[in-house]
């Protein structure tokens, strides 16, 4: 019984694990492949690794660093393969970019951002995150009124709501940001 528990208690933070890092390390790995199938496939084997070797990550730090430092060094690893090679002429100055450290940092920061966002995002109420999602990608209120056939001043009163709620959420990324620009 406690096999079968301890078994379960396992499942489920690892589930919770890939549910929260295998999207942004998806794209994180992308920024070096620039092919989002291949990146798929990358992430997907760092999990079936941590799986295999049963190995425990309870430290969200820790976690965050030995995820996105083992998808960039697999992402580094296929860009260097002949397969990759024969299909895409990478300069040089492309790669020393690639396996720079401050590479490396600035795109950790973009996608740790992004996650926060996303994360705060998907606790607003139903129509305020389609309001917001509307927004960020890029439509003004008019054409948010408009796509959602509701008023001007509810799209505006939805926002203003859903920067309230995101304010305080989003101290985190704030602080991402600025170490990300300065």
């Excluded at 490396?104 to 109420?125: D, G, H, M, W, Y």
Aim: charged letters at 25%.
């Amino acid at each position: 019984m406690k096999l079968i528990e301890k078994n379960n208690t396992r499942l489920d933070v690892y589930k919770k694990l890939f549910d929260t890092f295998y999207p942004s390390l998806c794209v994180f790995s992308s920024k070096y492949t620039n092919n989002l199938e291949s990146s798929k496939d990358i992430v997907q084997e760092i999990f079936i690794k941590i799986w295999n070797d049963k190995l425990l990550l309870n430290d969200d730090d820790n976690v965050k660093a030995f995820l996105y430092t083992a998808v960039k060094n697999k992402s580094l690893d296929f860009i260097k393969t002949k397969e990759f090679k024969a299909k895409t002429s990478l300069q040089p100055e492309t790669l020393n970019e690639l396996t720079s450290q401050s590479y490396f940092e600035k795109q950790v920061l973009i996608e740790e951002t992004s996650r926060l966002v996303n994360e705060a995002i998907s606790t607003l109420p139903y129509k305020c995150k389609r309001i917001i999602n509307l927004s960020l990608k890029g439509l003004e209120n008019k054409q948010i009124s408009e796509e959602l056939s509701i008023s001007l001043n509810t799209v505006k009163t939805q926002k203003r709501i859903a920067y309230q709620k995101l304010r305080p959420l989003l101290k985190g990324a704030y602080l991402l940001l600025i170490n990300l620009f300065f």
